[in-house]
């Protein structure tokens, strides 16, 4: 049986270490990444791909959701790969915050890598008509631009294989799967390494005793806390469309979308696919009575939508 690892949080240096370990496991074997993650690191993630790179083996992608930013990078490196047909893929040019020429320099040799991979991976043609818009001008970089694609578009276009459709059942077994990796992942999160007490240096010691230290470190914070706080709300910005409320929650929060929030937006999502087939059939399949009135139509739509969603949750726990 293919092993199956998982990447289903936001990409930390910690989660690039951990999945690059477990390729290592599999060395000489074909794998599969199953992906749901709103991106994260650049370095991080150029990491896994640069490890995917080398693999000796098939390495298949299954998109569990969403892929944006770096995790659409890491799809673009994939030898084979599938998505849910409910999933979401978001690409836009590499970008993190840049403190020198040499790590200027890296990111754009990194952007140059990634536009050539995207160019040679997809039909251009067809992105420019699908999305009204050219690679050339998605990797520019004068302005970042963020292009979402559905999975239909993503096929189309060749960045992903095969669409996978979920049926009710199907769907409750991938959102089990989905939360024991979240309980998984977060049984293995890192301990902190906290220093002896007369060890600490706390910052009033450090802005006395290292002044020039302690404004670089400022400067630093305020920088990668503004970075990291938009690609936390970008992360709940996925799924805006079907859950404006629960994103509101998430934003406001403060807190980056655990793997357990992406889960539940997940099912939401095949939730409402389950609207539109539901929709779809009855147009298809009208039932003839004396009187049929929009109100009926609406509530037959709702109690099947209700009763798969009370299943699902009823399996998860919810």
């Known amino acids: 049986m293919t092993p199956e690892l998982y990447l289903y949080s936001p990409i930390y240096d910690f989660v690039a270490e951990s999945l690059i370990a477990k390729m290592e496991e599999c060395k000489g074997q074909d794998i599969t990444i199953r992906a749901n993650t709103p991106g994260g690191s650049v370095m991080a993630a150029w990491g896994i791909i640069a490890k995917m790179k080398e693999h ?15 995790g659409a990078f890491i799809l673009a490196y994939a030898g084979t790969s599938e998505a849910l047909d409910v999933s979401k893929i978001m690409i836009h040019r590499a ?10 320099v890296f990111l754009d040799d990194l952007n140059k890598d990634l536009k050539a991979k995207f160019n040679k991976k ?6 420019k008509e699908l999305k009204g818009i050219t690679v050339d001008e998605v990797f520019a970089s004068d302005e970042r631009i963020d292009v979402w694609l559905t999975a239909k578009e993503a096929k189309a276009i060749g960045l992903i294989d095969k669409i996978v459709s979920l049926n009710p059942s199907e769907a409750k077994a991938f959102n089990e799967k989905m939360f024991s990796v979240a309980a ?14 007369n060890s600490i240096m706390d910052i009033a010691k450090l802005k006395t005793e290292h002044p020039a230290v ?10 990668q806390g503004v970075a990291q706080e938009k690609d936390r709300v970008e992360a709940c910005l996925v799924f805006q469309e079907i859950d404006p409320v629960g994103v509101k929650a998430a934003i406001e929060s403060g807190k980056p979308l655990s793997a357990k929030a992406m889960s539940e937006f997940t099912l939401k999502v095949v939730s409402a696919k389950k609207v539109d087939e539901i929709e779809k059939d009855s147009i298809g399949n009208p039932v003839v009575t004396a009187e049929v009135t929009a109100a009926t139509k609406l509530s037959e739509k709702e109690k099947a939508l209700a009763s798969f969603e009370a299943a699902a949750k009823a399996n998860l726990n919810l």
């Open 184 to 197: 998984i992942a977060d049984s293995n999160k890192p301990e902190p390494n906290i220093p002896k007490p």
């Open 56 to 70: 000796d083996g098939n390495v298949h992608m299954k998109v569990d959701g969403c892929v944006a930013s770096m």
């Open 214 to 223: 302690y404004a670089e470190v400022i400067a630093l914070g305020v920088a």
């Open 95 to 104: 970008d993190m915050y840049v403190q020198n020429e040499a790590e200027q």
């Open 122 to 127: 997809i039909d251009k043609a067809k992105f």
